[in-house]
């Protein structure tokens, strides 16, 4: 299983590249987004050196060309009109960090949950990581797998037969799906040096 990339390493996470940098980092970004809801894979995969996401709603890490491909086809089968609404854009000392809407119509099978033709709008938040060279390293995406969920099981028509067992089809390909392990790249996480300043006991 190949490691996860080095997390990068800014100078002072309290100091901001200049302008010129900032720019440039938001107009890939940008364009990234642009070539996705395009899918033009080869335009996509090529704001990254190495392909690299971290999905962290289901602790899965898709990582090179081939699985990220692979992810790409899989979430377009499922949604195959699925497009996005931007709603912020913010940059940190080494990230470009977006809060979006991410929507969609479930037409196809979204891992072992079959198709309920239901749409939709989930707010999530991507962290665009960058390294020491302005390399965009990895896409990490933080989102509530329920919410989707509760979208696409809102619009089954449970007062007939037919709605209730593909509800049931659902809830079990869920099941299955939330009994995946998690990824032991992003269980191994390691607490960051802050230069001395007391974080207090997070243990519970």
């Given at each position: 299983m190949?490691a996860?990339?080095a ?9 901001l590249p ?7 980092r ?10 996705e809801?395009?899918q033009?894979w080869?335009a996509?995969l ?5 392909p690299?996401y971290e999905?962290i709603?289901?602790?899965l890490v898709?990582?090179?060309?081939r699985e990220?491909?692979?992810y790409y086809r899989?979430?377009?089968v499922?949604?195959?009109?699925q497009?996005h ?10 990230a ?5 809407w991410l929507?969609?119509t ?8 079959p198709p309920?033709g239901s749409?939709h709008?989930?707010?999530?938040t ?9 390399n ?10 329920l919410?989707?969920?509760r ?15 593909k509800?049931a089809?659902?809830?079990?390909g ?12 992003l ?10 300043q007391d ?5 519970s």
């Amino acid at each position: 299983m190949p490691a996860l990339p080095a997390e990068p390493s800014p100078p002072s996470r309290f100091t901001l590249p200049p302008e010129a940098v900032l720019r440039a980092r938001e107009k890939l970004v940008l364009d990234h987004f642009r070539d996705e809801v395009r899918q033009d894979w080869d335009a996509t995969l090529s704001t990254f050196p190495h392909p690299h996401y971290e999905l962290i709603a289901q602790m899965l890490v898709h990582d090179g060309d081939r699985e990220v491909r692979g992810y790409y086809r899989d979430t377009r089968v499922a949604f195959p009109d699925q497009d996005h609404e931007l709603i912020a854009l913010r940059h940190s000392a080494d990230a470009v960090i977006v809060e979006f809407w991410l929507q969609g119509t479930h037409r196809g099978m979204l891992g072992r949950i079959p198709p309920t033709g239901s749409r939709h709008r989930t707010r999530m938040t991507a962290y665009f990581l960058f390294d020491e060279n302005e390399n965009l390293v990895t896409e990490r995406v933080y989102f509530d797998q329920l919410t989707i969920l509760r979208q696409l099981i809102a619009g089954l028509d449970r007062r007939k037969p037919s709605g209730l067992l593909k509800l049931a089809r659902v809830l079990r390909g869920a099941l299955a799906t939330a009994g995946s392990k998690p990824d032991p790249r992003l269980l191994n996480t390691t607490e960051p040096d802050l230069g001395g300043q007391d974080t207090g006991d997070v243990r519970s």
